[in-house]
């Protein structure tokens, strides 16, 4: 199975940071990597699809990259709203598999 | 909109069926998945279907105890989970695949169901 290492596993944050998560793939995935938020109690939302592509409706302050087996997610000025905990996940080939998770905590 | 159902507390080794109701969308045309979250933990993917069931595929952990299936003519998914294990305890989520091929992000998920495997 493709294992997708996310880090860091968690960090604070303060309002208007400009915040980076990367995710590493055990081996090529092409683009076919996506981005979910997810807050407590609540499903995850897609945030980025195809290592890149925003979700509709989700605010441009979101963008995410690539590079070789590398990706990141980035929120350019972090929001009160975006404090929550986000994966990664790797859809290239079954079994499909998420990364351990980046909990964004209030400074 | 997807409602996950079929939940509960069941003892170790024995089954436990869960659906999915899906609406608001042309289901037949969409992959779905299901995916679970066990208490405090991250998400872990369980199993996948393509629209016409032609591409199945399961976790390490849960192949050949679960079963993944679907009625396109009920708008319904479906999961068959046997021999279950004190580790398979978690939240249940169904999810929407952004196309009819597997290969796609998650763009609608159910608000899950939980099951409980102890004794």
């Known amino acids: 199975a493709i294992r997708m290492t996310q880090s860091p596993s968690s960090f604070s944050a303060s309002t208007g940071d400009r915040v980076t998560i990367t995710c590493r793939a055990s081996?090529?995935?092409?683009?076919?990597l996506a981005w979910y938020q997810q807050k407590p109690g609540k499903a995850p939302k897609l945030l980025i699809f195809a290592a890149s592509t925003l979700q509709s409706g989700v605010p441009s302050r979101f963008s995410g990259s690539e590079s070789g087996t590398d990706f990141t997610l980035t929120i350019s000025c972090l929001q009160s709203e975006d404090f929550a905990t986000y994966y990664c996940q790797q859809y290239y080939s079954y079994p499909q598999t998420f990364g351990g998770g980046t909990k964004v905590e209030i400074k | 909109q997807l409602v996950e159902s079929g939940g509960g507390l069941v003892q170790p080794g024995r089954s436990l069926r869960l659906s999915c109701a899906a609406s608001g969308f042309t289901f037949n045309d969409y992959a779905m998945h299901w995916v679970r979250q066990a208490p405090g933990k991250g998400l872990e993917w369980v199993s996948g279907i393509s629209w016409n069931s032609g591409s199945i595929g399961y976790a390490d952990s849960v192949k050949g105890r679960f079963t993944i299936s679907r009625d396109n003519a009920k708008n319904s998914l479906f999961l068959q989970m046997n021999i279950l294990r004190v580790e398979d305890t978690a939240l249940y989520y169904c999810?929407?695949?952004?196309?009819?091929?597997?290969?796609?992000?998650?763009?609608?998920w159910g608000q899950g169901t939980m099951v409980t495997v102890s004794s």
């Open positions: 999810a929407k695949g952004y196309s009819g091929s597997c290969s796609a992000a998650f763009n609608i």
């Open positions: 081996q090529g995935i092409s683009s076919y």
